[in-house]
C-alpha cells in the first residue's frame, strides 16, 4: 500500500492490557473515523496537527511500541535502497539480496519479519538513514493523514498515535 508501513502477514499482537482497550475502541470507532475523514472540514482537520502530533509523542513513546517495524514494512525507494547500501557499505545489489524482496505492487519490502534493522531494544539500527517511509510514519503531521483516509485506518488499528490523533480530531468543532 502506498505511503503506508506494509502488512507482513499477520496482524499486530497487543503486548499489554491498555493496548487491548485502545485497539479495541478504535476497531469500534472505525466507521466513525471514515465518516470524519471524507466529511469533516478538512482545513480545520489539517490545522489541528501539527499540535496534535505534538501532543500524541508527548506521551507515546515508540521505543515501547515498534509496532509498526515489528509488524509491516516500509517501501524501499531507489534512494533509500542507494543510501542505507551506501551507509552499510554494501553494493546495492547484495543489500537488496540480503534485506529485501518484491511485494505483489512491484515495491521492495523487507523479507523477514520484524524488520532486520530493529533491535531488541526497539532502536533502529539504520535511524539516520532509515526508509522516507520510516520518517513519515504515522504521517500524524501530514495532510495524508486526511487524504488518505484507506491507509490511515489501517494505521489506525496498530498505531497507538493515530488512533490518539483521530480521537482528538473527532472532538474539532
Ligand atoms: S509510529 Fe506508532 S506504531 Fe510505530 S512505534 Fe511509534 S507509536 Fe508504535
Ligand atoms: S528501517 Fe528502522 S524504522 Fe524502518 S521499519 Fe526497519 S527498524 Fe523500523
Known sequence: MEGSHKNNSTPPAASAEHDLQWQKKSASQQKTYARMLQRGDKNKMLKQLPELHEEAFSHINCLNCAACCKNYSPRFKTPDIKRISK????????????????????????????????????????????????????????????????????????????????EKLLKVK
Do not use: H
Open 87 to 166: 551507509y552499510l557499505r554494501l553494493k546495492e545489489s547484495r543489500f537488496i539480496d540480503r534485506y529485501l524482496q518484491l511485494d505483489d505492487e512491484g515495491d521492495y519490502v523487507v523479507n523477514q519479519k520484524p524488520c532486520p534493522f530493529l533491535g531488541s531494544d526497539n532502536r533502529c539500527s539504520i535511524y539516520e538513514v532509515r526508509p522516507s517511509d520510516c520518517a513519515r510514519f504515522p504521517y500524524t503531521n501530514e495532510d495524508v493523514l486526511i487524504n488518505r483516509p484507506r491507509i490511515t485506518l489501517k494505521n489506525s488499528s496498530f498505531c497507538p498515535a493515530v488512533f490518539f490523533v483521530l
